[in-house]
């Protein structure tokens, strides 16, 4: 089955009237091993560009390695073996740092606006067809290394993206995951009025 197929079945009902991008976003692991096209991968990093940020500060940096390239094998070494599994057949690996001082101050929305950032590359990505997945299943303190992530940027997260593949190409760990699409919390779980809940 093509991970397109399975997309297509994807059933996720919204309990409040919102543009279906975001239920219909998911996050597959299938990938095809085919190259990405740089001008696809650059609108991908275009819609990032236009992420809100505190003080219009864009913290965030985005560092990525493209398959058959010298870079490759030094990003995909970075990643836990079930990673290294189903992303063998990913389009390009990429680094998501973000500065979490601005002029030796604090910068507190460090995170959240790079989070901002990494939802728009994702949503951008949906919305042309590709698989753009997240990862936190990497070392962190080589990934830094590798990039070169010195103070006061810190490595945040992974992302692979590529070309979708069919699910019987991901190995069987993967496999079973790929057709577990999942739910998300009720409202009622994760929105309080007033204050958190004892």
């Known amino acids: 089955m093509h991970v397109t197929d399975i997309n297509a079945l994807l059933q996720r009902d919204a309990s409040h009237g919102v543009d279906p991008q975001f239920p219909r976003r998911w996050s597959p692991r299938a990938m095809s091993g085919e190259a990405i096209e740089d001008e696809l991968l650059m609108r991908l990093f275009e819609a990032a560009r236009w992420a ?3 003080y219009n500060s864009q913290p965030w940096r985005f560092v990525y390695a493209k398959r058959e390239t010298p870079s490759w094998d ?10 290294q599994g189903w992303c063998a057949r990913a389009g390009v690996l990429v680094v998501i740092c ?9 910068a507190p929305t460090f995170a959240l606006d790079a989070g901002a950032a990494w939802m728009s590359l994702a949503l951008q990505g949906s919305t042309m067809g590709l698989v753009v997945h997240g990862m936190q299943g990497f070392d962190y303190e ?3 290394e590798a990039v070169g992530a010195k103070d006061p940027f810190k490595v945040l997260a992974m992302c692979a993206i590529g070309k979708p593949g069919r699910v019987e190409d991901l190995p069987d760990d993967a496999r079973e ?11 009622e779980e994760i929105v309080f009025e007033g204050s958190l809940p004892d």
Not at 74 to 83: K, P, Q, S, Y
Not at 177 to 187: A, N, P
């Open 52 to 54: 809100p940020s505190s």
């Open 177 to 187: 995951k790929e057709t577990q699409i999942s739910g998300r919390k009720e409202l």
């Open 98 to 106: 973000s500065r979490f001082e601005k002029n030796d101050k604090p």
């Open 142 to 144: 080589k990934a830094a």
């Open 74 to 83: 030094r990003f995909f070494d970075l990643l836990v073996e079930f990673n």
